[in-house]
């Protein structure tokens, strides 16, 4: 498990260790990291050039104080001080080591820099960077040189990975002590590039994370695995609704999730043309014509997952109840998330559910507009974990699973080649398959999260190692390959 926390987190767990070691000491941990992986990224430190963006707090202390390492191995530093006050131990260490200081905005020693360290602002930082850190930030993105950033990109809300304006832009983010929430979410977490951890000793004083991201390892502890005397019904049967006679496609797909996740039985139930697709692309399933909301008569299932292309219509919406009136767990995706959207009094039950929306989907839910969502998905799958009472799993760039008093789990895989049509279908029936096998809708919705991305990763890896498009099917098509090489 990797894990994340606040800004307010760090903060109180360096105090606790701050109180066990000399003053100054944990600044050093940090800065002589920093500067060991600055070092290692120039072809040379001799005679390189290096440009320290200084700002007022303790995170510029740590760019300069990296910066006078660098000087001392003969680089040639530059400082510019950005800030209406400078770390004063740093600026004399740099100084002594020979390094140079400059009054912003220098942005021409930006542009000449083999090397940019971005010591703005780190977890002290707050709302949209003023000048002249912003015109700094958008000089560093412009320049030749490397940008690495001190702890957190400035600009990037540690918290939370919100971007208010303009954020540093780099191509290495050495953080200390912990890693933040803000390095894992969009948008902040694109502006990180790699993430390097430096360890100052934190860890004994760190609470229970904010954030967590399932591992490979994670992942295979909570799939299950057949026994000798496992049958079809005890490795799980989902129950799955979804397409309509308009669209049978997403019916496909996500019974290909599915029957490629490993469930024990598919059932599927749905409109006439939805279900012969599914019975010619899948002869494993099996399927009911549904004639009215009659779930009852599709069998016995251990969870249900409700909505990808069924349609809004009233036949749909009685479906929909019908579905959420059983007492198994129900993954709603889709079009069930926009019935659900009417009328959220559905949510009303006593057994698990998991919400699998985009940012367009919760923004219907929660009546904000998506792109807000998108820019504080944190903030908002908590809010839809709070308002709706379910386990959500935020899809997008950054996908986010939150259930009421557990760490947020943001998913570490995929690629942005799965952002294409049907790639969500493929999931529901994935997560589906693992509720079905008896993982919590928390456990279900992040096991189901990761290996799709790792379908989608390497379904489009070439054996060269370069990347393409692919389909949907395909990530349903490289799910066992994936499995087999957890
Ligand atoms: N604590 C520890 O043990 C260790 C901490 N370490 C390091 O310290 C860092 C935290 O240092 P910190 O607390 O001094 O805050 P920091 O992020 O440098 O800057 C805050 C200042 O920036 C300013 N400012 C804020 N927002 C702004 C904006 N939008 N636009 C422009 N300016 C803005 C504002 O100052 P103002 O200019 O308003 O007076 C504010 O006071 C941490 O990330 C890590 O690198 C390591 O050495 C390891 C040990
Ligand atoms: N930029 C991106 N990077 C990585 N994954 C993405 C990106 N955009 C979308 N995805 C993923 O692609 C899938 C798309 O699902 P969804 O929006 O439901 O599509 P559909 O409804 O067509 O099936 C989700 O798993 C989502 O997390
Ligand atoms: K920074």
Same mark, same amino acid.
């Given at each position: +498990?990797?894990?994340?926390?606040?800004?307010? @987190?760090?903060?109180?767990?360096? !105090?606790?260790?701050?109180?066990?070691?000399?003053?100054?000491?944990? +600044?050093?941990?940090?800065?002589?990291? *920093?500067?060991?992986?600055?070092?290692? *990224?120039?072809?040379?430190?001799? %005679?390189?050039?290096?440009?320290?963006?200084?700002?007022?707090?303790?995170?510029?202390?740590?760019?300069?104080?990296?910066?006078?390492?660098?000087?001392?191995?003969?680089?040639?530093?530059?400082?510019?001080?950005?800030?209406?006050?400078? !770390?004063?131990?740093? *600026?004399?260490? &740099?100084?002594?080591?020979?390094?140079?200081?400059?009054?912003?905005?220098?942005?021409?020693?930006?542009?000449?820099?083999?090397?940019?360290?971005?010591?703005?602002?780190?977890?002290?930082?707050?709302?949209?960077?003023?000048?002249?850190?912003?015109?700094?930030?958008?000089?560093?993105?412009?320049?030749?040189?490397?940008?690495?950033?001190?702890?957190?990109?400035?600009?990037?809300?540690?918290?939370?990975? @919100?971007?208010?304006?303009?954020?540093?832009?780099?191509?290495?983010?050495?953080?200390?002590?912990?890693?933040?929430?803000?390095?894992?979410?969009?948008?902040?977490?694109?502006?990180?590039?790699?993430?390097?951890?430096?360890?100052?000793?934190?860890?004994?004083?760190?609470?229970?994370?904010?954030?967590?991201?399932?591992?490979?390892?994670?992942?295979?502890?909570?799939?299950?695995?057949?026994?000798?005397?496992?049958?079809?019904?005890?490795?799980?049967?989902?129950?799955?609704?979804?397409?309509?006679?308009?669209?049978? %496609?997403?019916?496909?797909?996500?019974?290909?999730?599915?029957?490629?996740?490993?469930?024990?039985?598919?059932?599927?139930? %749905?409109?006439?043309?939805?279900?012969? @697709?599914?019975?010619?692309?899948?002869?494993?399933?099996?399927?009911?014509?549904?004639?009215?909301?009659?779930?009852?008569?599709?069998?016995?299932?251990?969870?249900?997952?409700?909505?990808?292309?069924? %349609?809004?219509?009233?036949?749909?919406?009685?479906?929909?109840?019908?579905?959420?009136?059983?007492?198994?767990?129900?993954?709603?995706?889709?079009?069930?998330?926009?019935?659900?959207?009417?009328?959220?009094?559905?949510?009303?039950?006593?057994?698990?559910?998991?919400?699998?929306? !985009?940012?367009?989907?919760?923004?219907?839910?929660?009546?904000?507009?998506?792109?807000?969502?998108?820019?504080?998905?944190?903030?908002?799958?908590?809010?839809?974990?709070?308002? *709706?009472?379910?386990?959500?799993? &935020?899809?997008?760039?950054?996908?986010?699973?939150?259930?009421?008093?557990?760490?947020?789990?943001?998913?570490?895989?995929?690629?942005?080649?799965?952002?294409?049509?049907?790639?969500?279908?493929?999931?529901?029936?994935?997560?589906?398959?693992?509720?079905?096998?008896?993982?919590?809708?928390?456990?279900?919705?992040?096991?189901?999260? !990761?290996?799709?991305?790792?379908?989608?990763?390497?379904?489009?890896?070439?054996?060269?190692?370069?990347?393409?498009?692919?389909?949907?099917?395909?990530?349903?098509?490289?799910?066992?390959?994936?499995?087999?090489?957890?």
């Amino acid at each position: +498990m990797r894990t994340a926390y606040t800004s307010e @987190q760090i903060r109180t767990a360096e !105090h606790a260790l701050m109180a066990t070691v000399a003053e100054g000491e944990l +600044m050093r941990r940090a800065a002589t990291g *920093l500067a060991v992986v600055c070092a290692g *990224l120039l072809p040379g430190v001799y %005679g390189s050039r290096v440009a320290l963006l200084v700002g007022s707090g303790d995170n510029g202390g740590d760019a300069l104080y990296a910066g006078a390492r660098l000087a001392r191995r003969g680089a040639r530093v530059e400082a510019i001080l950005a800030g209406s006050r400078t !770390h004063e131990g740093g *600026l004399a260490a &740099l100084r002594e080591a020979g390094g140079r200081t400059v009054e912003p905005p220098g942005h021409e020693v930006v542009e000449r820099a083999d090397l940019i360290v971005d010591g703005l602002v780190g977890i002290g930082g707050a709302g949209e960077l003023r000048e002249p850190y912003r015109g700094l930030a958008l000089a560093a993105e412009r320049a030749p040189g490397l940008v690495v950033a001190v702890d957190v990109p400035s600009g990037v809300d540690a918290s939370s990975g @919100q971007v208010a304006g303009v954020a540093v832009r780099a191509q290495l983010t050495v953080t200390f002590g912990a890693c933040k929430n803000g390095l894992l979410i969009d948008p902040g977490k694109s502006h990180c590039g790699r993430v390097e951890l430096v360890d100052i000793g934190l860890g004994p004083y760190l609470p229970d994370p904010d954030v967590a991201s399932l591992t490979d390892e994670d992942v295979a502890d909570l799939l299950p695995t057949p026994e000798a005397e496992s049958d079809k019904y005890r490795r799980g049967v989902i129950g799955i609704v979804a397409g309509s006679d308009r669209f049978t %496609g997403a019916a496909v797909l996500s019974v290909g999730g599915a029957v490629r996740a490993g469930a024990g039985l598919v059932r599927f139930a %749905g409109a006439e043309a939805a279900a012969r @697709q599914v019975r010619n692309s899948w002869p494993e399933a099996i399927t009911t014509v549904l004639d009215g909301p009659s779930v009852a008569e599709v069998g016995r299932v251990q969870a249900w997952v409700l909505g990808p292309g069924m %349609g809004t219509g009233p036949e749909a919406e009685a479906l929909a109840r019908a579905v959420l009136a059983t007492d198994v767990p129900v993954l709603v995706d889709a079009d069930g998330l926009t019935l659900l959207a009417r009328d959220r009094s559905m949510l009303r039950r006593s057994a698990p559910t998991v919400l699998t929306p !985009h940012a367009g989907e919760l923004s219907r839910l929660l009546e904000v507009p998506s792109d807000r969502i998108e820019a504080a998905r944190l903030e908002h799958v908590r809010r839809a974990v709070d308002e *709706l009472g379910t386990v959500v799993l &935020l899809k997008g760039s950054t996908t986010l699973i939150a259930e009421e008093g557990r760490p947020v789990r943001v998913n570490a895989t995929g690629t942005p080649w799965l952002a294409t049509g049907g790639t969500g279908d493929v999931l529901s029936g994935i997560a589906g398959t693992l509720l079905a096998a008896g993982l919590s809708g928390y456990d279900a919705a992040s096991a189901a999260a !990761h290996l799709h991305g790792l379908a989608a990763q390497a379904a489009s890896t070439g054996k060269s190692g370069g990347h393409g498009p692919i389909a949907a099917m395909d990530v349903a098509q490289t799910l066992p390959q994936v499995i087999r090489s957890l």
